[in-house]
């Protein structure tokens, strides 16, 4: 979502004169630095923002960005890295796959055109799902898109079929992966289409009002987190009101807005204050509480608040982050970070030479 906010911005403020193209990574087979989703947008004067690599496609999508603007016409084009040649692009820089990207040209006149679109996923409360033409018998249908909700049995797109798209919508909405998948329209015609699911903002609710609320602030801003703080406001630093969508006390902890995407971490300090909020977050919240502090700490907290054993709960981690001997306010802040990561893609957070199989599941 950080990556969205940045192409955004930079549309917004760049001068009406200036034409763009957005390339878009719409496919991956095996190895690729960036995923499906990985977003690059160009103008025509040669400035561009987020990546669609690890800097080993940038150049040539570049140029290939700046044709479709001069011929205003999408184009898709397959990078294939796999092969050990050394005229292709990528070669030694770690790619050593397949990777499809969609380069469409904005029609600023158009209010469905791509910049609008991730305009409307950034302003949707929950995960967003986008379909996209990426092969069509129709170069006119190239790169067509839209942004669905629960009534798309009800419509048509471009008249593919729609028990098909539905089953494939549905199966991205429950595993929260994309997927490219083979569909025909009514007149037996075969297109592809992606089935992208986008995330959220990852929310992260921070409970406390000390020195290291800056260093956890520092890197959820880094992560592009929605960051609430709730504590002292008299104590919590100035700078935090800039960083910060909404701040509370730690009274009004109730108030901070909950959803499945959201993690909350108790770091308050005080044990009186983390008592009596725990019960009402833990009754709210789904998906993350991390709470700070030693292991005889929580152990007194729950026997007293009659809980039983709350890292029973999969939701709950207390000790609060990965275990990564971190110890200065900013390394303690990576290992909660990670953790929170870990959990919201449910993985494990371990050494990646130790995971069987790719790095990145199919659909």
Same mark, same amino acid.
Request: hydrophobic share 35%.
């Given at each position: 979502?950080?990556?969205?906010?940045?192409?955004?911005?930079?549309?917004?403020?760049?001068?009406?004169?200036?034409?763009?193209?957005?390339?878009?990574?719409?496919?991956?087979?095996?190895?690729?630095?960036?995923?499906?989703?990985?977003?690059?947008?160009?103008?025509?004067?040669?400035?561009?923002?987020?990546?669609?690599?690890?800097?080993?496609?940038?150049?040539?999508?570049?140029?290939?960005?700046?044709?479709?603007?001069?011929?205003?016409?999408?184009?898709?084009?397959?990078?294939?890295?796999?092969?050990?040649?050394?005229?292709?692009?990528?070669?030694?820089?770690?790619?050593?796959?397949?990777?499809?990207?969609?380069?469409?040209?904005?029609?600023?006149?158009?209010?469905?055109?791509?910049?609008?679109?991730?305009?409307?996923?950034?302003?949707?409360?929950? *995960?967003?799902?986008? %379909?996209? /033409? +990426?092969?069509?018998?129709? $170069?006119? =249908?190239?790169?067509?898109?839209?942004? #669905?909700?629960?009534?798309?049995?009800?419509?048509?797109?471009?008249?593919?079929?729609?028990?098909?798209?539905?089953?494939?919508?549905?199966?991205?909405?429950?595993?929260?992966?994309?997927?490219?998948?083979?569909?025909?329209?009514?007149?037996?015609?075969?297109?592809?289409?992606?089935?992208?699911?986008?995330? *959220?903002?990852?929310? %992260?609710? /921070? +409970?406390?009002?000390?020195? $290291?609320? =800056?260093?956890?602030?520092?890197?959820? #801003?880094?992560?592009?987190?929605?960051?609430?703080?709730?504590?002292?406001?008299?104590?919590?630093?100035?700078?935090?009101?800039?960083?910060?969508?909404?701040?509370?006390?730690?009274?009004?902890?109730?108030?901070?807005?909950?959803?499945?995407?959201?993690?909350?971490?108790?770091?308050?300090?005080?044990?009186?204050?983390?008592?009596?909020?725990?019960?009402?977050?833990?009754?709210?919240?789904?998906?993350?509480?991390?709470?700070?502090?030693?292991?005889?700490?929580?152990?007194?907290?729950?026997?007293?608040?009659?809980?039983?054993?709350?890292?029973?709960?999969?939701?709950?981690?207390?000790?609060?982050?990965?275990?990564?001997?971190?110890?200065?306010?900013?390394?303690?802040?990576?290992?909660?970070?990670?953790?929170?990561?870990?959990?919201?893609?449910?993985?494990?957070?371990?050494?990646?030479?130790?995971?069987?199989?790719?790095?990145?599941?199919?659909?």
């Amino acid at each position: 979502m950080k990556e969205i906010r940045k192409i955004l911005s930079h549309f917004d403020l760049a001068d009406a004169s200036e034409s763009f193209a957005l390339a878009s990574v719409v496919n991956v087979e095996e190895s690729s630095y960036r995923r499906i989703g990985a977003r690059m947008l160009v103008s025509s004067n040669g400035q561009w923002t987020g990546g669609i690599s690890g800097g080993c496609l940038e150049g040539d999508a570049l140029r290939r960005s700046q044709q479709a603007i001069f011929n205003n016409k999408p184009t898709r084009v397959v990078y294939d890295t796999m092969d050990d040649d050394q005229k292709e692009i990528g070669v030694g820089l770690g790619c050593n796959g397949l990777i499809e990207v969609l380069f469409t040209p904005i029609d600023r006149t158009n209010p469905d055109n791509p910049i609008e679109e991730l305009r409307r996923v950034l302003l949707s409360e929950g *995960p967003s799902i986008l %379909l996209k /033409i +990426i092969e069509s018998p129709e $170069d006119g =249908l190239l790169a067509k898109s839209r942004i #669905i909700d629960e009534r798309f049995s009800h419509t048509s797109f471009y008249g593919l079929d729609m028990e098909s798209l539905a089953k494939a919508i549905q199966e991205t909405r429950i595993k929260r992966r994309p997927q490219v998948i083979e569909v025909v329209n009514d007149k037996q015609e075969a297109f592809k289409i992606l089935v992208e699911y986008i995330r *959220p903002e990852t929310k %992260l609710v /921070i +409970i406390g009002d000390n020195y $290291d609320v =800056l260093a956890l602030t520092g890197m959820a #801003i880094e992560l592009g987190w929605e960051i609430h703080i709730v504590g002292r406001k008299k104590k919590i630093p100035k700078k935090l009101y800039h960083s910060a969508k909404a701040i509370y006390e730690y009274e009004e902890a109730d108030q901070v807005p909950i959803d499945e995407f959201t993690a909350v971490v108790l770091m308050s300090h005080d044990y009186n204050w983390d008592k009596r909020i725990l019960p009402s977050i833990l009754e709210r919240v789904s998906t993350y509480v991390g709470m700070l502090g030693p292991r005889k700490r929580l152990e007194k907290m729950q026997t007293e608040l009659q809980l039983g054993d709350l890292n029973k709960k999969d939701c709950f981690f207390s000790p609060v982050g990965l275990d990564i001997g971190a110890e200065s306010p900013e390394e303690i802040a990576v290992s909660i970070c990670a953790e929170i990561i870990s959990v919201m893609r449910k993985r494990e957070g371990r050494p990646l030479k130790y995971r069987p199989g790719t790095i990145h599941e199919r659909f």
